[in-house]
């Protein structure tokens, strides 16, 4: 006999759902977008295609995230203060720089730089650059070069020329999967996304990908419940994640849902099966919507620093990882991982996580992230 169906896991309809915006909540009603005519009659749809005002809807709502994060700067600052902490004694000694002091003050800004995790690569790029301004004679003072600092750390974060904000589709549901080793902060930046998500009138659902351990649908449920989402979560124990994810996004494609957020269970990326699993997620989703996962966002803990490089590189090379989400910030001196990450994976990085709270997963956003580290 099968187990009764967890009470928020909703069967599919039988009869025709309600349309899928109320007026007080519709993205399409904040966003001024035209009604959803593909919406008339979606139990006869065998797919979603967005008219052209919901094709901008994704793509304003991308940007929208973003540029909320430049109104957030005290936000990023106060997640960011370990490492700004750590970056402090860079702003003392160019405070007393002078022209004869340039080699030790050198090799000291590279110290501090490689101990914020800013990489070797990197830091021999940014001071060595430094060093052929300063006996140029194109940089004179101490703020100058701070300055000048600031600008090759920016450069280096925009040159590649890498989309930060969420890329979602032209269809509905747009779905994005949340991916990573163990405890690396999965399932709160998803509850942290559902909220940004929510907040700008999206109809959200999570889908409760994580099966392998018996918890982690109740942690999902509890950010359900805070973030007021729809959830979907396994009907019986020992559930496929992959089975999951696919009802979930088939129940989104019948109910008019805008984007939906899968969890997944945390795997080390030389788990070879595990992470076959993820492939086998990744192609059940495509299934039922061709061309999702809209976004595939790999969560790397900021306190393990330059060890989340290898991890990102086999996470990309099995499922193609389109951005990342780099939390914990708020605990780690190690802030300058962020630069590294971009410049050694040409992968975007697109949220921060600064904290434990709904409201502490933050849109990546170069010239805030610099001006938080050297204020
Ligand atoms: N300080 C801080 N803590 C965070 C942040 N993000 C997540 N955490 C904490 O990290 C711990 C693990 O977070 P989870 O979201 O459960 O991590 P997960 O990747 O889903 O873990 P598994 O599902 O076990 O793989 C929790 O205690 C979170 O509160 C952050 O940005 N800052
Ligand atoms: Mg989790």
Redesign the pocket.
């Known amino acids: 006999m099968s187990a009764p169906l967890p009470s928020r896991l909703l069967p599919l309809p039988s009869k025709p759902p309600p349309p899928p915006h109320s007026p007080a909540t519709s993205a399409a009603t904040l966003l001024h977008f035209p009604p959803d005519r593909s919406y008339a009659a979606p139990w006869r749809l065998s797919r979603f295609k967005c008219s052209a005002g919901e094709t901008g809807f994704f793509t304003k709502l991308g940007r929208l995230i973003k540029e909320k994060a430049k109104s957030d700067v005290e936000k990023i600052f106060s997640?960011f203060s370990k490492t700004r902490d750590n970056l402090a004694v860079i702003d003392e000694l160019l405070l007393y720089w002078n022209l004869s002091d340039t080699d030790r003050v050198l090799d000291e800004l590279e110290e501090a730089l490689l101990v914020a995790d800013f990489g070797p690569r990197i830091t021999i790029k940014i001071v060595e650059s430094l060093r052929d301004d300063i006996y140029a004679g194109k940089l004179k003072t101490g703020s100058e070069i701070k300055d000048a600092l600031k600008k090759s750390i920016l450069n280096l974060l925009t040159a590649k020329g890498l989309k930060t904000e969420l890329q979602l589709g032209f269809r509905k549901p747009a779905v994005i999967m949340?991916v990573?080793?163990?405890?690396?902060?999965?399932?709160?930046?998803?509850?942290?996304l559902a909220n940004r998500l929510k907040k700008e009138g999206t109809k959200v659902l999570l889908a409760a990908g994580?099966t392998?351990?018996a918890a982690?649908s109740d942690?999902l449920e509890i950010w359900a419940e805070r973030t007021d989402c729809e959830i979907v979560v396994a009907e019986k124990e020992n559930a496929k994640a992959s089975s999951v994810l696919s009802q979930a996004v088939k129940r989104a494609k019948e109910e008019g849902f805008d984007v939906v957020l899968c969890?997944?269970?945390?795997?080390l990326h030389t788990n070879y099966s595990l992470m076959e699993e993820l492939i086998a997620c990744k192609k059940a989703i495509g299934k039922v919507v061709k061309g999702t996962p809209n976004e595939i966002l790999q969560?790397l803990?900021?306190t393990t620093g330059l060890n989340m490089l290898p991890q990102a590189r086999e996470f990309n090379e099995v499922v193609g990882v389109t951005g990342l989400i780099l939390?914990?910030?708020?605990?780690s001196a190690r802030g300058g991982c962020v630069v590294s990450v971009v410049d050694e994976l040409g992968i975007p990085v697109k949220f921060?996580?600064?904290?434990?709270g709904v409201e502490?997963?933050q849109p990546f956003d170069a010239e805030a992230f610099v001006n938080a580290i050297f204020p």
Do not use: I, M
């Open positions: 997640g949340v990573g080793v163990n405890g690396g902060g999965k399932t709160t930046s998803l509850g942290k994580d392998f351990r982690a942690q969890d997944t269970s945390g795997r969560v803990d900021g939390t914990k910030l708020d605990g921060v996580g600064v904290g434990e502490d997963l």
